[in-house]
């Protein structure tokens, strides 16, 4: 069946560019998704085993698998006007489709790798190709071939990853997401059409960045659940409180950090960009590290909450003071996207984070967590200090 007119369905410039309600609908399912990620990493972190870096390395797939199948349906919507009936029965089926990927998280590499692997590859298949099936002799078709092209060529390595066990899925299915990422990078080469081109990616910058604000906020909301669950199932304890009040207070600075200038301005420095398609692209990699930086750290107080003063091993410093790093190397990324030039305050706190970390070896997790917090309050008042009755910075974007 070929459904034509698909032209209309895309978007045009007196579209909205803000997210609609079914978009942050479909963001709640990512917020039970990011929840089943830490959970599971959590888990592993505890049994302290020896398989600990494999489970994270497991955990790590998982939510790099997530948030490119997120990223592509950001990407879609930029494009096509969701408000739309066939677009949004596409993110409705995205949605279903993502709460089937998160409920099978916990055993995606157990049981349920088949419906983690067949949801993941029917999704990153469907959309492009109902879509595509629309722009039937659009120039603008071609896009959706190249994603559909992509998709055949590493669908075999997720489902046959799916139908084996143990070290071998890890394999294949780091494989397939390798081979996928780099599609993204490159923009799908495909034989006879070659990479797609930035004039070829009209979207609504605004709408990008609006929605990776709300993922972040996302990722953020996912802290607070994990902390909050792991305070309400303790004692109640002097030490249990004071590392549930470290931990929110490190997600609001967070939450500070971020939007300090270059998060408020994202929108702005799409507009500014001299190529809003690269852009864009950049900003996805960056967003991503930021978000693994904000899991981590949930995945660390989370820990931290339930024992406070319990023993602190490699693996527990490395969560605990590896996500607040990652997030602040992501900022630093950030920061120099929109406005060309990388702040000392960001590279100041990435190192104080790697001086402090063998010294944590030595405390108990309350006082890991207090030191990495008041890092983090140090980065936010030298912010609040050097911006203190001066005009905001306008974006300068160099890509």
Not at 149 to 158: Q, S
């Amino acid at each position: 069946m070929v459904l034509g007119g698909g032209a209309e369905l895309l978007r045009r410039e007196e579209s909205s560019p803000r997210a609609t309600f079914l978009e942050l609908f479909l963001d709640l399912v990512y917020v039970f998704a990011l929840t089943r990620v830490s959970q599971r990493l959590v888990h592993d972190l505890t049994q302290l085993d020896q398989e600990v870096f494999l489970e994270a390395l497991r955990a790590l797939v998982l939510l790099l698998t997530l948030w490119l199948l997120w990223s592509m349906t950001t990407l879609m919507t930029s494009r096509f006007d969701p408000e739309r009936p066939l677009v949004q029965g596409v993110v409705v089926v995205t949605m279903f489709g993502s709460m089937v990927m998160a409920v099978a998280v916990p055993q995606a590499f157990g049981g349920h790798g088949l419906m983690f692997a067949l949801a993941y590859v029917l999704l990153q298949f469907g959309r492009p190709f109902v879509l595509g099936l629309t722009l039937r002799g659009d120039p603008r078709q071609r896009i959706s071939v190249r994603l559909v092209f992509w998709v055949l060529c590493t669908a075999p390595l997720w489902i046959v990853g799916a139908l084996v066990t143990g070290d071998l899925r890890l394999l294949l299915w780091g494989l397939a997401l390798v081979a996928d990422y780099l599609g993204h990078l490159l923009r799908w080469p495909t034989p006879r059409l070659g990479s797609s081109t930035s004039p070829e990616w009209a979207f609504a910058g605004e709408h990008i960045a609006e929605r990776y604000q709300q993922f972040f906020l996302i990722a953020l909301g996912e802290s607070i659940l994990v902390t909050g669950f792991a305070f309400s199932g303790g004692d109640f304890t002097a030490a249990q409180s004071a590392a549930f009040l470290i931990a929110f207070t490190t997600t609001v600075l967070l939450w500070r950090v971020y939007f300090f200038q270059a998060g408020f301005l994202l929108a702005a420095a799409f507009g500014t960009a001299r190529d809003p398609a690269r852009f864009a692209w950049s900003a996805t990699y960056t967003h991503l590290v930021i978000v693994a930086g904000v899991v981590t750290t949930a995945v660390g107080y989370e820990l931290v909450v339930a024992r406070p003063l319990g023993h602190t091993d490699g693996a527990w410093v490395g969560v605990i003071v590896g996500g607040p790093l990652l997030f602040l190397a992501g900022r630093a990324r950030f920061g120099y996207e929109v406005f060309g030039t990388v702040l000392r305050s960001r590279l100041l706190g990435i190192v104080a984070l790697v001086a402090a970390a063998p010294g944590m070896l030595f405390v108990p997790p309350l006082a890991v967590a207090g030191t990495v917090s008041t890092i983090l309050l140090g980065i936010a008042l030298h912010d609040l200090a050097r911006t203190r009755g001066r005009q905001p910075k306008p974006p300068a974007s160099p890509l």
